[in-house]
């Protein structure tokens, strides 16, 4: 199965700020098949990126996905209070789907 | 409104069974493929079980393969899983989620969970 490391493991910035965070895969993802969620505690997760740099309905423009491969990014612009949460990347191009472990946002 | 709530979480013994559901509204449950993920406490997200829209095909992470089910009831909007032989490590908060009909099998709608503790 595809292992997903996400980098770094926390990442400590200031509203307004820049966010770039890291998902590498253990081998290319299949047509790039790459999805990226945000998660805050007690919520259910929301989908913010498929296909690698598409944006799900309703996501703002602050949020941009790139990268093929074995190696994507997802960029928070300007960071707004309420971005800071937990990401995971999820690929979906091999089975099993598999997500990384996930990067903590925080202030 | 669009949602998923799921219910059915507790607190088992090891080698105990629970049923989780999830009802599904305001979408055209019968028509949308159904999965569940689960998050163990301080880790990530794992992928468990999916089901197609008619029920007749179920896949299973290798990890709760043979002792977990996946189940729907289109008339009752309703998914469920059936968890036997529950293990310590099956302790996790156990999300439903929507698979896109689009291609690939990504998550557009979620619910909160359902908190299940497997100890003794």
């Known amino acids: 199965e595809i292992v997903l490391t996400q980098s770094p493991g926390t990442q400590s910035l200031s509203p307004g700020e820049r966010a770039t965070l890291s998902c590498g895969a253990s081998?290319?993802?299949?047509?790039?098949?790459l999805a990226w969620y945000q998660h805050k505690p007690g919520q259910a997760p929301r989908l913010l990126i498929y296909?690698?740099?598409t944006r799900a309905t309703g996501i703002p423009d602050r949020f941009s996905g790139s990268g093929s491969g074995t190696d994507f990014t997802l960029t928070i612009s300007r960071l707004e209070p309420e971005d800071f949460a937990v990401y995971y990347c999820?690929?979906?191009?091999?089975?099993?789907?598999?997500f990384g472990g996930g990067t903590k946002v925080e202030i | 409104e669009v949602k998923l709530v799921e219910s059915g979480g507790g607190l088992l013994q090891p080698g105990g069974s629970l049923r989780l559901s999830c009802a599904a509204s305001?979408?055209?449950?019968?028509?949308?493929?159904m999965n569940w993920v689960r998050q163990a406490p301080g880790k990530g997200l794992v992928w468990v079980s999916r089901?197609?829209?008619?029920?007749?095909?179920?896949t299973y992470a290798d990890s709760v393969k043979g002792r977990f089910t996946i189940s729907r009831d289109n008339a009752k909007n309703t998914v469920y899983l059936e968890m036997n032989g529950l293990r310590a490590e099956d302790t996790a908060v156990y999300y439903c989620?929507?698979?896109?009909?689009?291609?690939?099998?990504?998550?557009?709608?979620w619910g909160q969970g359902t908190l299940v503790t497997v100890s003794s």
């Open positions: 989620a929507r698979e896109t009909p689009l291609p690939g099998n990504y998550f557009d709608l």
């Open positions: 305001g979408f055209t449950f019968s028509t949308y493929w």
């Open positions: 089901i197609k829209t008619d029920g007749m095909i179920t």
């Open positions: 081998q290319s993802v299949t047509h790039n098949y």
């Open positions: 296909g690698a740099s």
């Open positions: 999820q690929q979906y191009g091999n089975s099993p789907l598999t």
